[in-house]
């Protein structure tokens, strides 16, 4: 971790780089998977899947039996943290609904917009370093909410050839209808094409290594939507003196130890409380079971010290975090004057981990610094809005004239003739 005191903001962009790998031949190599795929179908997903997770499968549906079996294998204490994790997730994202307002923009003319479910969508779940079992809940639960009739779900098979019984636990209690083991750019291409055993969708959710994030941004230039450009998991956390070290050292480490391109940031009011937190990272991280990944992370991350209040906020926008801990005495204060973010977290008493598993909000968030521009996954987020419109005689009398000089303005007589032809027809009565 590298630390810097009071960095001149010219400087912010290249201390604030998120980690870079050479992805140079990434495109062609996903590519070409793809084109076997969208080719071969289930023939090319059997091939990959032996070779990159190492099992022949004779089916990639997950039957039956096997969501029994998976049931039976998830104990009984964390059946329940998984139902009170959906419960609180579904009414946190059922508030997001909203009704139909009709608006009459002037006499006789009326707009509306409608909302609804898209379709069909595929949920992509990793199971490599981590099985993401809460991911399902954050994709599925929404969707069930939102009405989308087919929600796909894939994800990778283990050696024997069964995905982690708690991701299908969590798929049950989400309403997923269909599952498939199949990890990678294989399942990515699978749903976006579809297959002799799967399904196309209209959008793909989920996170994934750069192979995964390769293969979604690839389909999605002409075959189907997918929810965000996202990258390697990042926290940007806020301490000043008033801060507990360790609960700071604790967030900063939840992130690191999802991978070795994580990036972790902290941001502080002095070199001082830098070194207090410093030194909790060091003994927490010696501790940990996935301490490599995370001491990884830490080596390309940075803590920086700031005086002036107004330059910490101004970095927090410029940085534009995927998680945001705001652990100061002030956080209300500053949560205030933040305008690029993906999730924030407030006060002391508000891990990241919450968001990750069971407050209700959603943890699929923008990542490298698209959260100036993308919000996380939210019920609308399976919702596609139709525009609708009704035009009395009155209201075309009103608006008819001004229709009629525009499309004249831009020359296009068929779209002035539209609208004249009626006109005519309205002064005939």
């Known amino acids: 971790m590298k630390t810097y005191v009071n960095p001149d903001k010219k400087s912010w962009a290249e201390l604030l780089k998120r980690p870079l790998f050479d992805v140079s031949e990434l495109y062609e190599k996903v590519q070409n998977i793809l084109n076997e795929i969208r080719k071969n179908g289930d023939e090319t997903l059997r091939f990959y899947t032996e070779k990159f997770d190492g099992v022949a499968l004779e089916s990639m549906v997950v039957d039956k039996a096997e969501m029994q079996e998976a049931e039976s294998l998830v104990n009984n204490d964390l059946k329940e943290a998984i139902h009170l994790a959906a419960k609180n997730i579904e009414t ?5 609904k909203t009704g139909i307002k009709k608006v009459e923009t002037i006499p006789g003319v009326t707009c509306w917009q409608k909302a609804v479910a ?33 929600i796909v779900l894939c994800s990778p098979p283990n050696k024997e050839g069964k995905i982690h019984p708690a991701i299908l636990y969590a798929a049950k209690v989400a309403g997923v209808t269909q599952i498939y083991k199949l990890g990678g750019v294989q399942a990515i291409g699978a749903m976006a094409y579809g297959t002799q055993s799967v399904p196309k969708v209209d959008k793909i959710f989920g996170p994934g290594n750069q192979y995964v994030m390769a293969a979604k941004q690839l389909v999605s230039m002409n075959d189907v939507s ?19 070290p360790a609960f700071v050292a604790s967030d900063l480490l939840s992130q690191a130890e999802h991978g070795a391109d994580s990036q972790v940031v ?13 030194a909790e990272v060091e003994a927490q ?11 990884k992370a830490l080596s390309h991350s940075v803590l920086i010290a700031l005086d002036d209040p107004q330059q910490r906020i101004a970095l927090i926008n410029e940085y534009a975090p995927e998680h945001l801990i705001i652990s100061t005495k002030n956080y209300r204060d500053i949560s205030e004057q933040v305008i690029n973010a993906g999730s924030v977290f407030l006060g002391e008493f508000t891990p990241e981990s ?16 698209w959260a100036r521009a993308y919000s996380g996954v939210n019920l609308d987020s399976f919702l596609k809005k139709i525009t609708f419109q009704e035009i009395t005689r009155k209201g075309l009398k009103k608006i008819g004239p001004a229709i009629e000089l ?22 005939k009565d």
Do not use: W
Request: aromatic share 4%; charged share 25%.
């Open 92 to 96: 946190f994202h059922s508030a997001q």
């Open 118 to 150: 898209i379709e069909k969508v595929g949920l992509y779940i990793p199971g490599g370093t981590a099985p993401l079992f809460s991911t399902v809940l954050m994709l599925a639960i929404p969707a069930q909410i939102a009405g989308c009739k087919e």
């Open 226 to 244: 997918i929810d965000m450009p996202a990258g390697p998991s990042e926290v940007l956390v806020v301490a000043d003196e008033t801060s507990n």
């Open 266 to 278: 902290l941001v502080a009011d002095s070199r001082e409380t830098i070194e207090k937190i410093k």
């Open 285 to 295: 991280v010696a501790v940990l079971p996935r301490k490599e990944l995370a001491e």
């Open 354 to 369: 919450a968001g990750d598993y069971a407050s209700g909000t959603n943890h699929t968030l923008p990542t490298n610094g």
């Open 406 to 427: 525009m499309a004249e303005a831009e020359q296009l007589e068929a779209h002035k003739n539209a609208v004249t032809l009626r006109l005519r027809e309205i002064e």
